[in-house]
């Protein structure tokens, strides 16, 4: 090859990487054994024993909330769980959507099996999963060990502006609770929103007090 045809081919090669998506589709994440604490920022959007966070919707089919002992071969409570929490079944599928971008996620994962999926999907056509196995190997479904009942975080490029959750599984079941996410957008924090009704209520004082006639 010639040193031009060379050169020309050297810059088809760098254009091609510039005209690749900014996002490389890696998402971090980390566990801590059993129900641990949300991380830092994170607030509880849908714990299925209460109404979900304002804003958020969730969705699905072939899965139901389950509570309390084990259902043999339909649903296994994650570990040292006592409240309500969802089982999907083989074929099943829920959906999270959130109002805005997600900028964290976690959730605790109960007895994982291989054939459990997450699936993040971004505004802008990204899309990621993970299968029990992907994340800890071997997921046997073991329904006590820390090693399959874990609080998985997940953190995520705002460039890939992710606002959607897929819970699916091809075998029974895919057991989870308390989902917790950082979405300034969608959830304003409890110091914001003590500080905006705070505001309010001056701007309120402030506005009766400039209506009110002067005094002769």
Same mark, same amino acid.
Request: charged share 15%; hydrophobic share 40%; glycine share 8%.
């Given at each position: 090859? *010639?040193?031009?045809?060379?050169?020309?081919? @050297? %810059?088809?090669?760098?254009i091609?990487?510039?005209? %690749?998506? #900014?996002?490389?589709?890696? $998402?971090?994440?980390?566990?801590?054994?059993?129900?641990? #604490?949300?991380?830092?920022?994170?607030?509880?959007?849908?714990?299925?024993d +209460?109404?979900?966070?304002?804003?958020? @919707?969730?969705?699905? *089919?072939? +899965?139901?909330?389950?509570?309390?002992?084990?259902?043999?071969?339909?649903?296994?409570?994650?570990?040292?769980?006592?409240?309500?929490?969802?089982?999907?079944?083989?074929?099943?599928?829920?959906? !999270?959507? +959130?109002p805005? @971008? $997600?900028?964290t996620?976690?959730?605790?994962?109960?007895?994982?099996d291989?054939?459990?999926?997450?699936?993040?999907?971004?505004?802008?056509?990204?899309?990621?999963?993970?299968?029990?196995?992907?994340?800890?190997?071997?997921?046997?479904?073991?329904?006590?060990?820390?090693?399959?009942?874990?609080?998985?975080?997940?953190?995520?490029?705002?460039?890939?502006?992710?606002?959607?959750v897929?819970?699916?599984?091809?075998?029974?079941?895919?057991?989870?609770?308390?989902? #917790?996410?950082?979405?300034?957008?969608?959830?304003?924090?409890?110091? @914001?929103?003590?500080?905006?009704?705070?505001?309010? #209520?001056?701007?309120?004082?402030?506005?009766?007090?400039? !209506?009110?006639? +002067?005094?002769?």
């Amino acid at each position: 090859m *010639s040193k031009i045809l060379s050169k020309f081919a @050297t %810059a088809a090669v760098l254009i091609m990487a510039c005209a %690749a998506p #900014a996002n490389a589709g890696v $998402i971090g994440y980390s566990w801590s054994p059993f129900d641990a #604490a949300i991380a830092p920022g994170e607030i509880m959007v849908q714990t299925f024993d +209460a109404p979900i966070a304002a804003g958020y @919707t969730m969705s699905w *089919s072939n +899965a139901g909330i389950y509570q309390g002992p084990l259902v043999s071969g339909i649903a296994a409570p994650p570990q040292n769980d006592t409240t309500k929490y969802l089982s999907v079944l083989t074929g099943g599928l829920a959906t !999270l959507t +959130a109002p805005g @971008t $997600i900028n964290t996620l976690s959730f605790y994962w109960g007895s994982m099996d291989e054939y459990n999926k997450i699936t993040f999907k971004g505004a802008n056509g990204f899309s990621q999963s993970f299968d029990g196995d992907d994340l800890n190997s071997p997921a046997n479904g073991n329904q006590q060990a820390a090693s399959t009942n874990r609080r998985y975080y997940f953190t995520f490029d705002p460039n890939d502006k992710v606002n959607q959750v897929l819970f699916s599984s091809s075998g029974n079941s895919f057991e989870f609770d308390n989902i #917790a996410i950082n979405d300034p957008v969608g959830v304003p924090e409890p110091l @914001t929103l003590s500080l905006f009704a705070t505001g309010l #209520a001056g701007a309120t004082l402030l506005r009766r007090r400039r !209506l009110q006639p +002067a005094k002769a």
